[in-house]
T-cell receptor, first 111, second 115 residues
Framework: RKEVEQDPGPFNVPEGATVAFNCTYS??????FFWYRQDCRKEPKLLMSVYSSGNEDGRFTAQLNRASQYISLLIRDSKLSDSATYLCVVNQKSSGDKLTFGTGTRLAVRP | GAVVSQHPSRVICKSGTSVKIECRSL??????MFWYRQFPKKSLMLMATSNEGSKATYEQGVEKDKFLINHASLTLSTLTVTSAHPEDSSFYIC???????????FGPGTRLTVL
């Protein structure tokens, strides 16, 4: 079983749509959780950290369910510029600051 | 946020040659640097973790004699791909972190093509 699993997509949505991505992780000792965004042929960039209480940053909302080992990202009012690959990332502090990346979910927002 | 640079951004070389990639933290001192590799449509895979002044810790399956890592200062780490072969063609990305920031900052990546 992969350490971090994501639906690869692609998710093809019209502008203005709401889209949700899910992610599961296998290691219950995981302590920190993130969503990164990666554009084609570019490095990943931190989109937001994910907290147990859930957190929101503008149109983006992230949720964490530790009991189910499940992380989600909700994007409201999609923009063309949101088209990218969204990476679910997990950090197990017990192994230093190593990040484990999911394979990513590709989002394509169409006009 | 903090800035990390990588050089070169792109390199094409012949099979059997060695290629050195530099990773620099430009405005902060990075106690730890990480090297990742990403094949097309795959996730980033951690290759090794390096702490300034000490030997790198390699992930399982990564040959330390093939991927030489040097972290001689708090702002510079290098990855040398020795005797590169076509299967080493990939996108190599470094990241840097420090205890002050609770995140890793990624360099722009180096695309290596071995002919």
């Amino acid at each position: 079983r992969k350490e971090v699993e994501q639906d690869p997509g692609p998710f093809n949505v019209p502008e203005g749509a709401t889209v949700a991505f899910n992610c599961t992780y296998s290691n219950s000792a995981s302590q920190s959780f993130f969503w990164y965004r990666q554009d084609c042929r570019k490095e990943p960039k931190l989109l937001m950290s994910v907290y147990s209480s859930g957190n929101e940053d503008g149109r983006f909302t992230a949720q964490l369910n530790r009991a189910s080992q499940y992380i989600s990202l909700l994007i409201r009012d999609s923009k063309l510029s949101d088209s990218a690959t969204y990476l679910c990332v997990v950090n197990q502090k017990s192994s230093g600051d190593k990040l484990t990346f999911g394979t990513g979910t590709r989002l394509a927002v169409r006009p | 946020g903090a800035v990390v640079s990588q050089h070169p951004s792109r390199v094409i070389c012949k099979s059997g040659t060695s290629v050195k990639i530099e990773c620099r933290s430009l405005d902060f001192q990075a106690t730890t640097m990480f090297w990742y590799r990403q094949f097309p449509k795959k996730s980033l895979m951690l290759m090794a973790t390096s702490n300034e002044g000490s030997k790198a810790t390699y992930e399982q399956g990564v040959e330390k004699d093939k991927f030489l890592i040097n972290h001689a200062s708090l702002t510079l780490s290098t990855l040398t791909v020795t005797s590169a072969h076509p299967e080493d063609s990939s996108f190599y990305i470094c990241s840097a972190s420090t205890a002050y920031y609770n995140e890793q900052f990624f360099g722009p990546g180096t695309r290596l093509t071995v002919l």
